[in-house]
């Protein structure tokens, strides 16, 4: 028996497996809007069978965008776009499919060009905006935030809990905080971003206090019976940042507040770091953070192999696993875990015909068949 392929339960809701597509931004967004791009983004992932489809990380506020293709859950039109993208997407996934929401902020990392567009900061012209962070400190030449006031933290914070509850609304059963990979909530945590003198800086309490203000008010806003989870950073991979250690006093703290599960991944709070990215590279810090805390852990990070996969869940060490670049690669990355670890999967009916039990070509279609 499968243990990838094994139901898992957390808070009111049953996933029908362990995978998960990983939110990644598409930076195809119409301030803030899903349209077409999204719509069979989403439709895809949904059809692939993972058991939960993450939605990419959507910006609580308008400059909490890391470009202007960003998704948003800041406005009405927001709103209404998600809605009809989700609803389709939902009527073609396999029944069981949870679908799942990233709330974030990309503070020092926003105002920035479309990754096909250069990736550099939005110049004059471009209708660039001012970002804020931790610090006045930039992300290698991006812009410079201002540090931000006791008056942000509390519109952020506001506008985290409004962007939860929109969700919420939405029909979504997971809501996720981002607070890795560089951006505002990572800023406060990690000291290599953070030089705050008061009491948002300095000890690891202080700098996890911005980010545990914003995650006990938004457990308010998730009902209990839907999952609330965070995305921390495992390691900054950095000697001066965060480590396995302090990432568990965070997770721990996260933990206490009612999250249900976190997922570990790690870098992006300052270029140039040496990342040794290989096959499971961040799966230790998911154990790490499981052992030390005991609350639920998602792997990801070159997680490409259906029996690597299935190792890191049935050797306890995640209890579930993302997969984002694997996933662009085949949508159908699922169908094919199944065949290759005997288990069995929903397929729509429409498509019956070419899934592999029923169809002798497949034998042909894999990678080395007759040669
Ligand atoms: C196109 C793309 C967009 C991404 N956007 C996000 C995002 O919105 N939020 C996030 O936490 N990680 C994002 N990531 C990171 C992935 O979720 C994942 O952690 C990373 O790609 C490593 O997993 P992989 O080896 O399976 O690709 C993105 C990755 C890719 C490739």
């Known amino acids: 028996m499968s243990k990838l392929f094994s139901p898992f339960r957390l808070a009111g809701q049953e996933f029908p497996n362990r995978i998960v597509a990983a939110p990644m931004c598409q930076y195809s967004?119409?301030?803030g809007s899903a349209n077409e791009?999204?719509?069979q983004n989403l439709m895809t992932l949904g059809m692939s069978g993972a058991g939960l489809v993450m939605v990419?990380?959507?910006a609580v506020e308008r400059i909490g965008r890391i470009t202007h293709g960003c998704l948003g859950l800041y406005s009405d039109n927001n709103v209404a776009a998600l809605d009809r993208v989700?609803?389709?997407a939902r009527r073609v996934s396999p029944a069981g499919t949870k679908w799942g929401i990233q709330i974030a902020h990309s503070g020092r990392k926003g105002s920035e060009q479309r990754p096909w567009e250069g990736g550099a900061a939005l110049k004059a012209g471009e209708d660039p905006w001012e970002t804020i962070?931790?610090?006045?400190?930039?992300?290698?030449d991006w812009h410079t935030p201002r540090e931000a006031t006791a008056g942000d933290l509390a519109r952020i914070r506001d506008a985290f809990v409004a962007a939860a509850a929109r969700a919420v609304a939405l029909g979504f059963e997971v809501i996720e905080l981002h607070c890795a990979h560089g951006y505002l909530l990572h800023e406060f945590l990690s000291p290599l971003s953070n030089q705050r003198t008061d009491d948002y800086g300095g000890s690891p309490e202080n700098r996890m206090r911005f980010p545990m203000e914003v995650a006990r008010a938004?457990?308010?806003a998730v009902p209990d019976g839907l999952v609330f989870g965070a995305r921390?950073?495992?390691?900054?991979?950095?000697?001066e940042g965060i480590d396995l250690e302090e990432a568990a006093i965070f997770a721990a703290a996260l933990k206490a507040t009612g999250l249900d599960y976190i997922c570990v991944s790690g870098g992006g709070v300052v270029p140039g770091l040496k990342i040794p990215v290989e096959a499971g590279y961040q799966v230790p810090y998911a154990a790490g953070i499981k052992e030390r805390t005991g609350i639920a852990t998602r792997a990801v990070g070159m997680i490409a192999d259906p029996h690597q996969a299935e190792e890191i869940i049935a050797s306890g060490q995640a209890d579930m696993v993302a997969?984002?670049?694997?996933l662009i690669d085949n949508p159908r990355w699922p169908w094919h875990a199944a065949e290759a670890l005997g288990a069995e999967m929903t397929v729509p009916p429409q498509y019956l015909r070419g899934h592999a039990p029923n169809w002798p070509g497949a034998k042909l279609a894999r990678p080395g068949a007759g040669r």
């Open 29 to 31: 967004a119409d301030d």
């Open 232 to 239: 921390i950073t495992g390691t900054d991979w950095h000697d």
């Open 86 to 88: 989700l609803k389709a």
């Open 218 to 220: 938004v457990r308010e």
């Open 56 to 58: 990419e990380a959507t």
């Open 133 to 140: 962070s931790a610090s006045a400190l930039p992300f290698g």
């Open 323 to 326: 997969l984002a670049r694997g």
């Open 37 to 39: 791009w999204h719509l």
